[in-house]
């Protein structure tokens, strides 16, 4: 069965530069959301994507973006960034449609901040 | 506003010996509830989820858990541990349709 593709799995950028990272939902589901999940921390909910709207808004810096396109893949736009920002970045998909709130998580996207 | 508690940050055991990771929630609304599993550098897998229905809900891997309203618990029990088993795990809750509030983690140390 599909899952959900993140890209790229591992990414490296210097302190101030800016990264995009990429979310592929399984297909037909509808609603996306980004997790941050720092070393030895659980993930925390950044940002979430209902039919291409923003949906919810969690403890995303402003120096973050994101949106959903006509496919419904997402993409989070980081600039500025900063040491902190190191950590693994979760996409996950589901479809409400089915009755249940059940997330699919991507594999992630580990970010590492020099 | 929800909220979950993990109350163990680790659990060490011996390998066929059971297991319970403790879960307990906060939340005005009705919750649907989540066990994920994390293996080291890799994703988080869905253990078993509670939307409705019976409380005592089976799992992948042996695991199952009961969901208990008058304690808002959702602890996690394996009757005999392998090795593999070694992981962090995850609870969540979540209302409808929005995000997912996560415990802070218990890592299961099983040991031979």
């Known amino acids: 069965a599909a899952g959900v593709i993140q890209s790229p799995r591992h990414l490296i950028k210097e302190k101030r530069e800016t990264a995009t990272l990429k979310c592929y939902p399984i297909?037909?589901?509808?609603?996306v959301y980004w997790y941050q999940q720092g070393p030895g921390q659980d993930p925390q909910f950044l940002i979430s994507f209902y039919e291409k709207m923003q949906s919810d808004k969690g403890s995303i810096p402003d120096r973050f973006s994101a949106q959903q396109f006509s496919d419904y893949h997402s993409e989070l736009n980081m600039s500025s960034l900063e040491l902190g920002d190191s950590a693994l970045y979760f996409c996950?998909?589901?479809?409400?449609?089915?009755?249940?709130?059940?997330?699919?998580f991507g594999p992630g996207t580990r970010l590492t901040v020099l | 506003a929800q909220s979950v508690t993990q109350l163990d940050s680790q659990v060490p055991v011996f390998e066929e010996a059971p297991v319970e990771l403790r879960c307990n929630y906060s939340?005005?609304?009705?919750?649907?509830l989540f066990w994920y599993v994390q293996y080291p550098n890799q994703g988080l897998q869905l253990l078993l989820k509670?939307?409705?229905?019976?409380?005592l809900v089976k799992g992948i891997n042996g695991f199952e858990a009961e969901f208990n309203k008058s304690q808002t618990s959702f602890h996690l029990r394996k009757p005999s541990v392998h090795i593999s088993d070694t992981a962090e795990y995850f609870c969540?809750?979540?209302?409808?349709?929005?995000?997912?509030?996560f415990g802070a983690g218990t890592i299961l140390r099983v040991k031979s």
């Open positions: 996950a998909s589901s479809f409400p449609g089915l009755g249940s709130n059940e997330q699919f």
């Open positions: 939340s005005s609304v009705s919750v649907y």
């Open positions: 297909p037909r589901h509808d609603t």
């Open positions: 969540a809750v979540s209302s409808y349709g929005n995000k997912l509030v």
């Open positions: 509670y939307l409705s229905g019976s409380t």
